[in-house]
């Protein structure tokens, strides 16, 4: 399975409000891609998925995909 980012993304801190990056992390189907295809590190990917969760809660990503 490769990678859907071939280098290492240089963000600091995902931000729950930078829906625009965050979107980068979801699938089509709305769910939060793994490890394996982010290539993010094990504590940057629980910061993504706390954003991600964070955002969906205030209403700036959708929980699922239309569809």
């Known amino acids: 399975m490769a990678k859907i980012f071939k ?3 240089d ?3 995902f931000d729950y ?3 625009k990056t965050l979107q980068r992390y979801i699938n089509q189907y709305g769910q939060i891609e793994p490890r ?3 290539g993010l590190t094990e504590s940057k990917q629980r910061q993504l ?3 991600i969760k964070r955002a969906r809660h205030i209403a700036l990503l959708p929980f699922v995909a239309n569809g």
Request: no cysteine; hydrophobic share 35%.
């Open 36 to 38: 394996k295809k982010t």
């Open 17 to 19: 409000k930078d829906f």
């Open 11 to 13: 963000v600091a801190y």
């Open 49 to 51: 998925a706390r954003a």
């Open 7 to 9: 280098y290492r993304t």
